[in-house]
Antibody, heavy 119, light 108 residues
Framework: QLQLQESGPGLVKPSETLSLTCTVS??????????WGWIRQPPGRGLEWVGS???????FYTPSLKSRVTVSIDTSKNQFSLRLSSVTAADSAVYYC???????????WGQGTLVTVSS | EIVLTQSPGTLSVSPGERATLSCRAS???????LVWYQQKPGQAPRLLIY???SRASGIPDRFSGSGSGTDFTLTISRLEPEDFAVFYC?????????FGQGTRLEIK
């Protein structure tokens, strides 16, 4: 059974960079059939896809965040990471890491980690 | 970007009855590449339906999806107490991946 676990600071100051890591177990992050992505959900609100990466190095970002976001992959550690720069309170959310099939369905999710942007 | 609009925002239904949730797209969703998820409080979403009408592994047959083009429907035929949650549609036919704003299904 594939499992994903997010880790990183729960509190980030405005204008700084949010950094999260997702550790994948029970499967290989080098599987060519899957992408690895981040989805966020502000408290009490809906879901927003942030970005995805593939073991080949391909990356895809939602247009509204493209200038501030980087998703990277470390196949040696079976991990992938999210960096979001110049954060504001609007970036406060539960951040989920997820396995995304080549067809675009999100089959496995991490439990989510709450990140609050506040001074 | 394809905008998905879900209706109603909140649906109140009694256990044992049928619930019908709607998801309308601002433009046609390619190859009916539309997904439904269920999310319970404090949990990650769970995949219910993919390809507009195919049930994901382990999903009871009381959940069904239908539709094509711009109009899609999730139907839960006989509501069980554990079915009450928030439901989201998502399209993956066009970049970027987008989600609807959700429908909250509550016990009447």
């Amino acid at each position: 059974q594939l499992q994903l676990q997010e880790s990183g600071p729960g509190l980030v100051k405005p204008s700084e960079t949010l950094s999260l890591t997702c550790t994948v177990s029970g499967g290989s992050i080098s599987n060519k059939n899957y992408y690895w992505g981040w989805i966020r959900q502000p408290p009490g609100r809906g879901l927003e896809w942030v970005g995805s990466t593939h073991y080949s190095g391909k990356t895809f970002y939602t247009p509204s965040l493209k200038s501030r976001v980087t998703v990277s992959i470390d196949t040696s550690k079976n991990q992938f990471s999210l960096r979001l720069s110049s954060v504001t309170a609007a970036d406060s959310a539960v951040y989920y890491c997820a396995e995304i099939s080549a067809a675009g369905t999100i089959d496995y999710w991490g439990q989510g980690t709450l990140v609050t942007v506040s001074s | 970007e394809i905008v998905l609009t879900q209706s109603p925002g909140t649906l109140s239904v009694s256990p044992g009855e049928r619930a019908t949730l709607s998801c309308r797209a601002s433009q046609s969703v390619r190859s009916s590449l539309l997904v439904w998820y269920q999310q319970k409080p404090g949990q990650a979403p769970r995949l219910l339906i993919y390809g507009a009408s195919s049930r994901a592994s382990g999903i009871p047959d009381r959940f069904s999806g239908s539709g094509s083009g711009t109009d899609f429907t999730l139907t839960i035929s006989r509501l069980e107490p554990e079915d009450f949650a928030v439901f989201y549609c998502q399209q993956y036919g066009s970049f970027p991946i987008t989600f609807g704003q959700g429908t909250r299904l509550e016990i009447k």
